[in-house]
């Protein structure tokens, strides 16, 4: 007996010192992100973001400790794919943590995977409101179109009294609708329409039209960032919806840091809610665009999805320094569920312990011209910490 | 009532520049499949490509506006004919598959480049100033470019239409489509007549493109995106006539707009219903030759 | 020779034909790190022989076949996710009978038309079914996806597991079945008609023969062959998204047959293998090439090799014998 003891003793003794001793810990992260197809420059920021927080960051993690992005293509909203990667990156390569997810179903379909293989998941930008419920394994650095529709419903109640929304018919369109339609009347605003765009959709204007017959007082507006936003408010310019008075209003996907340059001065004046801006003044946002734009160059603007892989890779390595190396995913999840940082280049950000969902800063903002670009202007914080409402809502019940 | 009138007319105008567009980029593609018996599904190519001309010939370079509509006419016709000298007429009596698949894969190339060469953003159009803002018809104000859409594509209908009809060329075209192998037989000599109206019909997808940049957005998905249309536009038309076209495509612009109007949950169905029944009422086409 | 396949005129299964099977069961065995990479490579292979059936020996040219791949994948995953229905066998069964259903309503329709009316029915036949999904986001999960679709252990044993050796086998069985089965179809009388077809369609009708109802009859085969080989892809990924309806797999799956060569079963299987397996590897060095070079081999293949790798392999023997 007390032999065993002793020899236990001493093989644990051995073991801790070797793992002091063994320099060169290399951590995989498993990174799934879109590298072809339409959708690759939405891809192609996530993985600058992820790149750019490992190269500069080197000194956050424990000694000793390294880290290794193994990047893999989903080729787009193809869940099938990301599925059967995400199953080779954990078998074949041993990750320990999975990130990246650009898209909502493809990380809806990975989910499983890391509650199975009890693997950590984080989510850099995928935004479907149930995703962390899929898995204990699953947090989140993205956002929810709830986190910013909602909360611009209730100010435009404050300055609005009649609503029209117009959307795309797709999930992410839907879930922004229903946001913004309960922040707008619970603050006793009236809705008066709603229609529902096809994604597939070359012109606008009839849409314009009725919205302008229904004589509302705002528009509130989402389409997937980039020639779809820019038709609709191109749209609403020629029919003269400014004129009557009808103000153009939506979420920070509409006017994307990333795509505004290219959506020419119908942009100008429209007000948005988000979580990040890339003219923001806060000095963290300041020195993360300038890194940014030396790493990348002048001219490509960081955007939301950026800073979510910047974030959710900060918080990886918080897990990785508070194990020092050693990575147990349920340890990992503990530290993950308690994450905060207050010097993101989107302000202050955490991670909700209840709902492992993210908690962001939500800003008010105009895109106004600023030195001759497009700028979206901070003009005021809604609030520093906004819970996912949708997920709040439904626990009262 | 007055508000239902001021809508329908809104609807009408919108359907008939959204219509008109569709029409000048998609009269090339039936002249051709009619002409030549060729189905070619890169059409789209074209337009797209007489976009960017366009794009990049008013942002990077400031040409003013008319002449960069030319350019996009001219450069993308030149770049068709040595497209149809090298590869087309490989394939004028291969059947069917390998056209469809030859253009299929010209497609995948040219959306790759495109994105390539330009990045997947859409283009931005910076309009010349006469052409932004308002103008007022009977009381009614209506946007200034889609006033121009309108009336420059009837402008360009009715120059086609003329020289389809009264001129030598047109002849020779409407023959052929007719009857290849009398006109052959007759000496009209198909193969450069082919090389022509391919160019033709190309330039006018590429000047197409251009005119609609505005209304149907210019970027690498382009040709993809919108086959469905243009497609729809010929077969609901009929392969080789000129007016077929012309009907369906305003029938599509004006009942695509007044269905997203009136009952727009059924906004991305009606095209496809439409043309399902169309085709079904008649396979060949509304004024279309072969049954 | 015709442009197509060739002539099929014995039916015994040769000693060649056995290839495949024995390398797919040697692949489980020494590659059991791309077990899943397989999986997706036999559920293709499926879907490909059922374009080959009508593409290939019927002639019908089509854009559109992901409704019948998209239909199947939904109402597997719809049994699963919405009504709990498991097991592996009923799902199969539930979207080879919907894919049916789909190609009969509208092979019945469609297959009156010829030429580009034809090729424009198929397309518009395949929007609205993407549309369809897209909008009934309670039934389908919209464009977030249909999850929570579970398959339960193949004959009460196998688990779907995280090394995807159960898929593999379970898509390999499944092929075999379809491929037994549309082996038969194509050595039968009714082959043999179908292939007189597409070669002389106005002889075939000059001697009397049900050009139409063949051709329908096929198409629905094909349907719910297609309908199966979605099913497999929902069974593999537990999860359905809108990625299996619209032009995008359609003109795949068109790129994969053309490759490995339309009109001779085995292209089927050639053409899935080599392009997913290349895809693979490539397209992570050059995604945006990867694209290009898609489009460029459809044209090359188009122009200078109509059998595609299989008709190369003919040549290629072809000349040795001389």
């Known amino acids: 007996m007390t032999t065993t003891k002793t020899v236990g003793g001493v093989l644990a003794a051995i073991a801790a010192a070797s793992s002091?001793?063994?320099?060169?810990?290399?951590?995989?992260?498993?990174?799934?992100?879109?590298?072809?197809?339409?959708?690759?420059?939405?891809?192609?920021?996530?993985?600058?973001?992820?790149?750019?927080?490992?190269?500069?960051?080197?000194?956050?993690?424990?000694?000793?400790?390294?880290?290794?992005?193994?990047?893999?293509?989903?080729?787009?909203?193809?869940?099938?794919?990301a599925k059967r990667i995400a199953q080779e990156l954990i078998v074949r390569d041993k990750?320990?943590?999975?990130?990246?997810?650009?898209?909502?179903?493809?990380?809806?379909?990975?989910?499983?995977?890391?509650?199975?293989?009890?693997?950590?998941?984080?989510?850099?930008?995928?935004?479907?409101?149930?995703?962390?419920?899929?898995?204990?394994?699953?947090?989140?650095?993205?956002?929810?179109?709830?986190?910013?529709?909602?909360?611009?419903?209730?100010?435009?109640?404050?300055?609005?009294?009649?609503?029209?929304?117009?959307?795309?018919?797709?999930?992410?369109?839907?879930?922004?609708?229903?946001?913004?339609?309960?922040?707008?009347?619970?603050?006793?605003?009236?809705?008066?329409?709603?229609?529902?765009?096809?994604?597939?959709?070359?012109?606008?204007?009839?849409?314009?039209?009725?919205?302008?017959?229904?004589?509302?007082?705002?528009?509130?507006?989402?389409?997937?960032?980039?020639?779809?936003?820019?038709?609709?408010?191109?749209?609403?310019?020629?029919?003269?919806?400014?004129?009557?008075?009808?103000?153009?209003?939506?979420?920070?996907?509409?006017?994307?840091?990333?795509?505004?340059?290219?959506?020419?001065?119908?942009?100008?004046?429209?007000?948005?809610?988000?979580?990040y801006s890339a003219a923001a003044n806060r000095p963290a946002n300041k020195a993360f665009v300038a890194a940014y734009k030396k790493e990348y160059g002048e001219d490509l603007?960081?955007?939301?999805?950026?800073?979510?892989?910047?974030?959710?890779?900060?918080?990886?390595?918080?897990?990785?320094?508070?194990?020092?190396?050693?990575?147990?995913?349920?340890?990992?999840?503990?530290?993950?569920?308690?994450?905060?940082?207050?010097?993101?280049?989107?302000?202050?950000?955490?991670?909700?312990?209840?709902?492992?969902?993210?908690?962001?800063?939500?800003?008010?903002?105009?895109?106004?011209?600023?030195?001759?670009?497009?700028?979206?202007v901070e003009l005021e914080t809604i609030s520093t910490a906004v819970k996912d409402p949708y997920k709040e809502l439904n626990k009262k019940q | 009532m007055e508000a239902l009138l001021s809508s329908a007319a809104s609807v009408a105008f919108h359907g008939a520049a959204y219509g008109m567009v569709l029409y000048v980029i998609s009269v090339g593609l039936s002249v051709t499949m009619g002409l030549m018996g060729f189905a070619n599904l890169a059409h789209g190519v074209f337009a797209m490509a007489g976009g960017y001309v366009l794009t990049t010939a008013l942002s990077r370079f400031g040409v003013p506006f008319p002449l960069a509509l030319l350019l996009a006419f001219g450069v993308v016709g030149a770049a068709s004919i040595v497209l149809e000298r090298f590869l087309y007429s490989r394939l004028y009596t291969a059947g069917e598959l390998p056209q469809v698949l030859f253009t299929i894969g010209l497609v995948f190339m040219a959306v790759a480049a495109a994105r390539l060469v330009f990045g997947s953003l859409q283009q931005p159009v910076p309009l010349p100033d006469y052409l932004t803002g308002q103008v007022s018809v009977l009381g009614r104000d209506f946007p200034a470019y889609r006033v121009f859409v309108i009336a420059f594509s009837a402008g360009i209908i009715a120059a086609l239409w003329f020289g389809v009809e009264r001129t030598l060329w047109g002849a020779m075209v409407r023959a052929t489509v007719d009857n290849r192998a009398m006109a052959q037989s007759i000496g009209i000599d198909t193969r450069r007549l082919f090389m022509l109206t391919f160019a033709l019909g190309s330039g006018l997808a590429g000047l197409g493109g251009a005119l609609g940049a505005d209304i149907i957005a210019i970027e690498p998905t382009y040709p993809f995106e919108h086959l469905a249309y243009f497609l729809i536009v010929v077969s609901v038309g009929g392969l080789g006539s000129l007016r077929g076209p012309f009907v369906a495509a305003l029938l599509i612009g004006v009942g695509d707009t007044a269905c997203k109007y009136w009952l727009p949950q059924f906004g991305a169905f009606f095209v496809y219903a439409a043309t399902i029944a169309l085709l079904l009422w008649r396979p060949a086409g509304l004024f279309g030759r072969r049954a | 020779m015709s442009r197509g396949g060739s002539y099929a005129a014995d039916h015994r299964v040769r000693a060649i034909e056995w290839l495949p099977w024995v390398a797919a069961i040697a692949a489980f065995f020494l590659l059991p790190d791309y077990l899943p990479l397989g999986a997706r490579v036999l559920t293709y292979i499926l879907f490909a022989l059922s374009l080959d059936l009508i593409l290939g020996y019927a002639g019908i040219i089509t854009l559109g076949h992901s409704a019948f791949f998209g239909l199947g994948a939904y109402v597997a995953g719809i049994l699963s996710a919405r009504f709990g229905v498991a097991d592996p066998m009923v799902q199969l069964a539930a979207s080879a009978l919907a894919g049916a259903?789909?190609?009969?309503?509208?092979?019945?329709?469609?297959?009156?038309?010829?030429?580009?009316?034809?090729?424009?029915?198929?397309?518009?036949?395949?929007?609205?079914?993407?549309?369809?999904?897209?909008?009934?986001?309670?039934?389908?999960?919209?464009?977030?996806?249909?999850?929570?679709?579970?398959?339960?252990?193949?004959?009460?044993?196998?688990?779907?597991?995280?090394?995807?050796?159960?898929?593999?086998?379970?898509?390999?069985?499944?092929?075999?079945?379809?491929?037994?089965?549309?082996?038969?179809?194509?050595?039968?009388?009714?082959?043999?008609?179908?292939?007189?077809?597409?070669?002389?369609?106005?002889?075939?009708?000059?001697?009397?023969?049900?050009?139409?109802?063949?051709?329908?009859?096929?198409?629905?085969?094909?349907?719910?062959?297609?309908?199966?080989?979605?099913?497999?892809?929902?069974?593999?990924?537990?999860?359905?998204?809108?990625?299996?309806?619209?032009?995008?797999?359609?003109?795949?799956?068109?790129?994969?047959?053309?490759?490995?060569?339309?009109?001779?079963?085995?292209?089927?299987?050639?053409?899935?293998?080599?392009?997913?397996?290349?895809?693979?590897?490539?397209?992570?060095?050059?995604?945006?090439?990867?694209?290009?070079?898609?489009?460029?081999?459809?044209?090359?293949?188009?122009?200078?090799?109509?059998?595609?790798?299989?008709?190369?392999?003919?040549?290629?023997?072809?000349?040795?014998?001389?």
């Open chain 1, 301 to 376: 603007e960081p955007g939301f999805i950026a800073v979510g892989a910047w974030d959710a890779m900060d918080a990886i390595y918080s897990a990785i320094r508070a194990q020092h190396g050693k990575i147990d995913p349920d340890k990992t999840m503990e530290v993950l569920k308690h994450y905060k940082s207050a010097n993101s280049p989107r302000g202050p950000v955490a991670i909700d312990p209840e709902t492992r969902d993210v908690i962001n800063p939500e800003y008010l903002r105009e895109v106004r011209k600023v030195g001759g670009k497009l700028a979206n």
């Open chain 1, 20 to 81: 002091l001793a063994a320099s060169a810990e290399t951590i995989k992260i498993g990174f799934i992100s879109t590298y072809s197809g339409p959708a690759a420059a939405q891809g192609d920021q996530l993985d600058k973001g992820a790149k750019l927080y490992v190269k500069l960051n080197s000194d956050k993690l424990p000694p000793g400790v390294k880290v290794e992005l193994i990047t893999r293509d989903d080729t787009g909203p193809n869940p099938d794919v």
């Open chain 3, 101 to 322: 259903l789909l190609g009969i309503s509208t092979g019945a329709v469609i297959l009156r038309t010829q030429g580009l009316t034809q090729l424009m029915l198929t397309l518009a036949v395949g929007a609205l079914c993407l549309e369809i999904a897209n909008r009934a986001t309670s039934i389908t999960g919209g464009a977030d996806g249909l999850s929570g679709v579970t398959v339960a252990p193949i004959l009460g044993q196998f688990r779907f597991d995280l090394f995807g050796k159960t898929a593999y086998l379970w898509c390999l069985a499944v092929l075999f079945a379809g491929w037994f089965l549309a082996r038969r179809l194509i050595y039968s009388p009714f082959g043999v008609a179908l292939t007189g077809t597409r070669e002389n369609s106005a002889r075939m009708h000059a001697i009397g023969a049900p050009v139409y109802w063949r051709q329908v009859i096929v198409y629905t085969f094909s349907a719910a062959m297609a309908g199966v080989a979605g099913a497999l892809l929902t069974q593999t990924s537990q999860f359905v998204g809108l990625n299996v309806l619209g032009f995008e797999p359609s003109g795949e799956l068109l790129v994969m047959l053309i490759l490995g060569g339309v009109g001779r079963i085995y292209g089927a299987f050639v053409g899935p293998l080599v392009f997913l397996v290349a895809q693979d590897f490539l397209s992570k060095q050059f995604p945006e090439y990867w694209y290009f070079g898609i489009g460029l081999l459809l044209v090359i293949v188009v122009l200078f090799a109509h059998g595609g790798l299989l008709g190369i392999g003919d040549a290629l023997l072809a000349r040795r014998r001389r």
């Open chain 1, 95 to 275: 990750v320990q943590f999975l990130t990246g997810f650009v898209w909502t179903p493809n990380a809806a379909a990975v989910a499983p995977l890391s509650a199975e293989a009890k693997v950590p998941l984080v989510s850099m930008n995928a935004a479907g409101v149930n995703l962390p419920n899929m898995s204990p394994y699953f947090a989140r650095l993205s956002f929810t179109l709830w986190q910013s529709a909602y909360p611009l419903g209730r100010w435009a109640a404050t300055k609005y009294k009649r609503a029209f929304t117009a959307v795309t018919d797709f999930a992410p369109g839907h879930e922004a609708e229903e946001a913004f339609i309960k922040g707008f009347t619970e603050v006793g605003g009236t809705i008066v329409g709603s229609v529902r765009i096809p994604l597939a959709n070359p012109d606008f204007v009839p849409y314009m039209q009725r919205i302008k017959d229904a004589k509302p007082d705002v528009l509130f507006a989402f389409n997937p960032a980039g020639k779809q936003a820019t038709a609709m408010m191109k749209a609403y310019a020629d029919l003269g919806l400014p004129k009557a008075g009808i103000k153009y209003i939506g979420t920070g996907d509409i006017v994307t840091d990333d795509q505004l340059q290219t959506m020419s001065d119908v942009a100008v004046g429209v007000i948005t809610v988000h979580h």
